[in-house]
């Protein structure tokens, strides 16, 4: 990344802009000028904060042997890696206690869903909850979903150790890397109900769901909707 300090200014590069559209007012083109200027300065920061995970040191180790059930059968973490030397687990809202996944997270690993051979390109992925992997195959089944890796982490060791330390059915974003036969923790989304904003859900950033960036976009924000598992045909 090229150093801040050779950077053009965001307000200059904002100023070369040369869209204009249909019957735009003034006051219009001057606001989305100004709000230009702020996402080349976000986009800046996106890649700042990208910067600054990778240069991360070493986590810690990985000495356990973490065992999981998956659709075909008894893995372990280093079993997850397949031939990548990066592991990509999204720990899912779907336990004993559930009737129904977390639509929340369902409406995330949707959006994943079909970006499953892009990623798998880079790195390896696995999506693991607490139920017995029957479940977890049927409720795949029943959104239609064939690409997404899913375990079942069963004895619920690597739950209590990378998830929650109470075995609570919550989600939980961690990536782990294999570097010369060893493997350790290398990024965790450390975002929780301690650390929000006043009015947000505990949140990330950037957010992970597709979905939020793009009603961002919109009029109407995110505001106090949330996904569904189903929706009733108009």
Known sequence: MTQSST???????????????????????????????????????IERVAVMRRELPPGGEVTKTYRFTGENGPVTLADLFGNKDTLVIYSYMFGPQ??????????????????????????????????????????????????????????????????????????AYNVFSRRDGTIRLFYS???????????????GAPDPDPLWTLLDTTPEGRGDWYPELSYEKS
């Not at 129904?100 to 696995?126: H, N, Y």
């Not at 999506?127 to 997404?148: D, F, N």
């Not at 975002?191 to 505990?202: L, N």
Request: one cysteine or more.
């Open 7 to 45: 950077l053009v200014p965001a307000t200059e590069l904002a100023a070369r802009n040369v869209i204009h559209f249909p019957n735009e007012t003034t006051a219009y083109r001057q606001a989305r000028n100004a709000l230009l200027a702020e996402e080349i300065e976000l986009r800046r920061h």
């Open 98 to 171: 559930r009737e129904k996944p977390c639509p929340m997270c369902t409406s995330l690993m949707a959006g994943w869903e079909g970006k499953v051979p892009d990623i798998e390109q880079r790195v390896a992925l696995a999506m693991i909850a607490r139920s017995p992997i029957e479940r977890l195959k049927t409720a795949k089944a029943e959104r239609g979903w064939t690409q997404l890796p899913i375990y079942a982490d069963t004895d619920g060791d690597f739950t209590r150790d990378y998830v929650s330390p109470r075995d609570e059915d919550m989600p």
């Open 189 to 203: 989304s450390e975002f929780s109900f301690d650390i929000s904003d006043p009015g947000q859900d505990p949140r």
